[in-house]
C-alpha cells in the first residue's frame, strides 16, 4: 500500500465519523507495532492539507521491559517535527514478577490505557488516536459474539468523559494486510513486543480464525465488516457517507 492510498482510507474514516475537528491537538498512541507507526504516517500525512488544522503529538507507554529500545521512533519523530513522550512505567514487573499473573492482558490493558489517558491529558491533548484497523474491529465482534453473547465492536469515536477525552481510530477502514505492505514498503522501524503471552492470546485466535474463514469463503471479512458498520451498534456515532 502507498502513502496516497493510505492517505485515501484516513481521509474516508475522518470524514464520515467526524473525527477530527479546527484546533484539536491529538496524541497518537505508539506502541513500536506496524499499526500504531502507519497510524502516525496517516496523520502526519493528513495534516498538511486537512481543511480542520490540528497539531500532533506522539506517545509511548514504556511497560519496563528492557529488551525495547525506542530509539529508532525518537529519530522517526523528530524527522517528521512531531513531539515524542516516552511515559515509564513498571507494569511489566508487576504483571510478571509481583502478581505472577498467568492471564496479564485485561490488566494489562488497563493500566496501560490508564498510564496513556493521563499522560495525554498533562501535555495538553484533548484527543488521542488508536491504531485498531478493520482486522481489529472485526476481530473484536468475534470475541464479543463468542465470550460476551453481544454483538458489539468499539466505536470509531469515543468520548471518555471522566477524563474529557476522545478516542478516534483514523486506520479503521485499513486492512492488516495493507499495514504489513505499508510497513514493508517505507521500511517502519518497528519495535518487536517483548510480552511472553504475545501471539498466544483470545486475540490471536480470532485473528487465525478470521483468516482461515476469509480463505474458506473469499470475501466474508469485508461483509462482516460491513455488517458492524450497518449494526446500529450502541455508542457509535452518526456515519456521514464519504464523497470524494
Not at 484516513?10 to 506496524?34: C, F, L, N, P, W
Not at 521512533?73 to 514487573?93: F, G, N, S, W
Not at 459474539?145 to 477525552?165: I, N, Q, V
Not at 485466535?205 to 466474508?220: E, S, V
Request: net charge positive; charged share 25%.
Amino acid at each position: 500500500m502507498k502513502l496516497q492510498q493510505l492517505l485515501s482510507h484516513t481521509r474516508k474514516a475522518v470524514d464520515e465519523y467526524q473525527m477530527i475537528q479546527e484546533g484539536d491537538h491529538i496524541a497518537v498512541g505508539i506502541s513500536g507495532g506496524k499499526d500504531s507507526l502507519t497510524l502516525l504516517y496517516a496523520l502526519h500525512g493528513l495534516k498538511r492539507f486537512y481543511p480542520n488544522h490540528f497539531e500532533l503529538s506522539a506517545i509511548t507507554v514504556d511497560l519496563g521491559y528492557e529488551q525495547c529500545d525506542f530509539t529508532p521512533i525518537k529519530e522517526l519523530c523528530r524527522e517528521m517535527e512531531i513531539p515524542y513522550h516516552i511515559v515509564k512505567t513498571d507494569i511489566a514487573q508487576i504483571l510478571f514478577e509481583e502478581r505472577k499473573e498467568k492471564n496479564p492482558c485485561s490488566l494489562c490493558a488497563k493500566m496501560r490505557k490508564g498510564a496513556l489517558n493521563q499522560a495525554v491529558k498533562e501535555i495538553g491533548c484533548n484527543k488521542i488516536a488508536y491504531a485498531h484497523h478493520k482486522d481489529d474491529i472485526i476481530e473484536t465482534m468475534i470475541l464479543s459474539l463468542f465470550f460476551e453473547g453481544r454483538f458489539y465492536s468499539f466505536s470509531p469515536k469515543t468520548y471518555l468523559d471522566r477524563m474529557d477525552l476522545t478516542v478516534i481510530r483514523p486506520i479503521m477502514f485499513v486492512d492488516e494486510a495493507d499495514v504489513i505492505g505499508f510497513k514493508n514498503k517505507y521500511n517502519l522501524p518497528v519495535v518487536k513486543s517483548a510480552c511472553p503471552v504475545d501471539g498466544y492470546t483470545k486475540r490471536q485466535y480470532a485473528k487465525d480464525l478470521l483468516a482461515d474463514l476469509n480463505r474458506q469463503y473469499p470475501g466474508i471479512k469485508q461483509r462482516m465488516f460491513t455488517a458492524i458498520l450497518n449494526g446500529n451498534i450502541p455508542g457509535w456515532p452518526e456515519r456521514i457517507p464519504y464523497i470524494r
